[in-house]
């Protein structure tokens, strides 16, 4: 008996709310606008782009399920301490992992791996959620923001692969359909990080005009 | 006249609120101001008449600029036949580079002013003038042989996240036209620099480098051109910031009607010129020793940022002293990136830009110490 209600509530509504807000009307980067330094500095490609959401995926989920074990025994004075060590127990993991079976996207990510550790929206979700959540809340906050996270990277990585390179995850468009040839360059401005700022201002852009609620006064 | 009036009349009520093209209200209200002084008055407040308004204003500049686009194009004809040894007339060379120079204007126009066009009925509010001088500008800060496409795209770039993201003309911390040229800068760098595309088709024997970018090379000995030549600009470089003459007829007219700041204008070369002094006197490098202090004024885009750029109302410093600070920085940041920089040749397009995003900050200490200041003398007489 006590199975089956606790079934019920694994796909609620309000669980599966927890795993669409951050998607769209509470997404991390572009609402809350947090770990914007990490969205800017891997998104010159796209594959580096795709490895970062994985490993952020895999640090949230795994990070959030963790805390929320812990949240009764954690003391309150230490908590930011005690999920520092969580956070770069996990992101260590996470590391060594890409260096052993990725190494060439685990050189380009180089440092931005290592600072997952210092990403606002890990410290963010365990202050704000899974410290005062259950486990299974927690794991589907943590996966929906992090795919939340890793949408915009991926977006903002595809354009900046597109129009910087002319390729997608190495494979050159531009010059299978023949673009150069028309006298086309590629754009070496979106290449540089102040274009990823600016193409996360305007997916900002877009998503507040198509949703005029999120548009403060 | 009266045909025309009786024309827009007639198609008015289509594009007014509940009218079958009421999108397009904002295009007919630029043509019908365009055409004719519109009627409407202010009704709130204190207004002063005046004969100038935004579309005087903006025409004047457009007139200060027709001396250096008119020797530009004569220019790029005369650097054409030069590289290729061809003793040319004076109309020829004329001809040659309006025909390269006027594609760029009209891209530029028609992209720009489509951009804002879209952006005015999308919004509903009125199309500005304020286009008008960005256009014009454009073609004048870019090589001649930059593709079509590129303007366009950097012209887009520069309306859209340069004026519109910020609320339109009048709202921007940037100026629009630099703004282009810097993403055309930084997009395309082999389109933008180097020696192979300031001079129209040249032949390749011949060295197409600007000055200052054969400066940025020189090893034991420079190659300046002469005082003569860099004042009337007989050098490549970018359309219309070559002669130094043709762009000090312009801010002649400027000054002359009122319509930029002396102080700015006057400070950028003074601060250009304090620089390259203070480097004269330090004499670092090759380039510091043997490149006198004015020279940074003729060279370069120097006279046509001070004049055309820095000035712009906008952007600038809005305050009496902040316009002395911001021009002094403009140019004194101009001759450090020229000299120790050796990624950008021409730092004037960079340093105008950071003062812009620099003017309201400078505005506001300028204003905080005039309240302070103030404040001691009520002080003082309360006492």
């Known amino acids: 008996m006590s199975e089956q209600v606790q079934k019920e509530s694994m796909f609620s509504p309000k669980n599966i709310k927890l795993l669409t807000d951050p998607i769209g009307k509470d997404n991390p980067i572009t609402v809350q606008v947090l770990g914007i330094c990490s969205a800017l500095a891997v998104t010159a490609k796209l594959e580096p782009a795709i490895v970062m959401s994985i490993s952020v995926m895999f640090v949230l989920g795994a990070g959030n399920v963790i805390i929320s074990l812990l949240r009764n025994t954690i003391p309150q004075r230490i908590r930011i301490i005690v999920q520092l060590v969580i956070i770069a127990a996990l992101v260590i993991l996470v590391d060594q992992v890409l260096k052993a079976y990725a190494y060439d996207v685990s050189k380009q990510l180089s440092v931005f791996v290592g600072l997952i550790i210092t990403n606002c929206i890990i410290m963010g979700r365990f202050e704000a959620f899974s410290m005062a959540n259950k486990p299974w809340p927690s794991f589907l906050d943590g996966i929906g923001n992090s795919i939340g996270y890793g949408m915009i990277l991926v977006i903002v990585a595809f354009f900046r692969e597109l129009f910087g390179s002319g390729t997608i995850l190495g494979w050159e468009v531009f010059k299978s359909i023949g673009l150069y040839d028309l006298g086309y360059v590629n754009n070496g401005f979106m290449i540089l990080p102040p274009m990823a700022l600016i193409t996360v201002g305007i997916i900002i852009w877009v998503q507040r005009s198509r949703n005029p609620e999120l548009i403060k006064e | 006249m009266k045909i025309l009036r009786d024309y827009l009349d007639k198609i008015k009520p289509n594009v007014e609120k509940g009218g079958k093209f009421h999108y397009l209200h904002s295009t007919f209200e630029a043509f019908e101001t365009f055409l004719f002084v519109p009627r409407t008055v202010t009704k709130k407040g204190s ?194 910031e070559t002669s130094t003459l043709a762009i000090l007829l312009g801010a002649v007219i400027l000054l002359w009607t009122g319509i930029a700041s002396w102080r700015v204008m006057f400070s950028v070369f003074i601060g250009g010129f304090a620089m390259g002094w203070v480097f004269n006197q330090f004499g670092a490098n090759i380039y510091m020793n043997d490149v006198p202090a004015f020279y940074h004024l003729i060279l370069g885009g120097f006279a046509f940022g001070a004049v055309f750029m820095a000035t712009d109302p906008v952007t600038a410093a809005q305050t009496n002293t902040g316009k002395y600070i911001y021009g002094f920085l403009i140019g004194v940041m101009a001759v450090l990136i020229r000299v120790l920089n050796p990624a950008y040749p021409e730092g004037m397009m960079l340093a105008i830009l950071l003062l812009n995003v620099f003017a309201p900050t400078i505005d506001y200490y300028i204003v905080q110490s005039n309240i302070k200041r103030r404040l001691k003398r009520v002080k003082q007489i309360a006492a």
């Open chain 2, 47 to 240: 207004h002063i008449r005046d004969s100038i308004d935004l579309k005087r204003t903006m025409f004047m500049v457009v007139v200060a600029l027709i001396p250096a686009l008119l020797f530009g194009m004569w220019n790029v004809g005369y650097q054409h036949n030069l590289s290729i040894g061809v003793d040319a007339s004076l109309i020829s060379n004329f001809f040659y580079g309006f025909w390269l120079v006027v594609p760029i204007i009209i891209v530029s126009y028609v992209v720009g002013l489509g951009t804002e066009f879209i952006f005015a009925q999308m919004r509903g509010h009125e199309v500005n003038e304020g286009y008008l001088v960005s256009g014009f500008l454009i073609p004048l800060i870019v090589p001649v042989t930059t593709p079509l496409w590129m303007v366009a795209l950097a012209t887009i770039f520069a309306v859209v996240i340069g004026k519109e993201v910020f609320g339109g003309t009048g709202m921007n911390i940037l100026n629009p036209a630099l703004l282009a040229r810097a993403f055309l800068f930084f997009a395309y760098p082999s389109q933008m620099s180097g020696d192979k595309v300031w001079v129209a088709e040249k032949a390749d024997a011949y060295s197409g480098a600007t000055p200052l970018g054969e400066l940025m090379t020189a090893t034991d000995k420079i190659n300046l051109p002469s005082v003569a030549d860099a004042f009337f600009g007989f050098m490549p470089g970018s359309v219309g």
